[in-house]
């Protein structure tokens, strides 16, 4: 059964997702890479998502192909 860890301590997993954005079931910031977080201040623990951005899904299916080919349209 999976863990759901990946293997990587919070320095390494800083330095490879700079940009991540962590939030709880209930849509509330945990924490931001530090890039992102220097682009938008606004990411800060225990803010709803909601407040600070909207999550959209791609306009096509999870398949890579078809995700190149909307890219280059």
Do not use: K, N
Not at 34 to 47: F, K, M, V
């Amino acid at each position: 059964m999976p863990s759901g860890r990946i293997g990587l301590s919070p320095a390494q997993f800083e330095a490879v997702f700079p940009f991540h954005v962590a939030f709880d079931a209930e849509g509330r910031l945990v924490g931001a890479g530090h890039a992102l977080s220097r682009i938008s201040p606004a990411l800060t623990p225990g803010r709803p998502l909601a407040e600070v951005m909207t999550i959209e899904r791609p306009h096509v299916g999870f398949d890579l192909e078809a995700l190149e080919g909307a890219a280059q349209s």
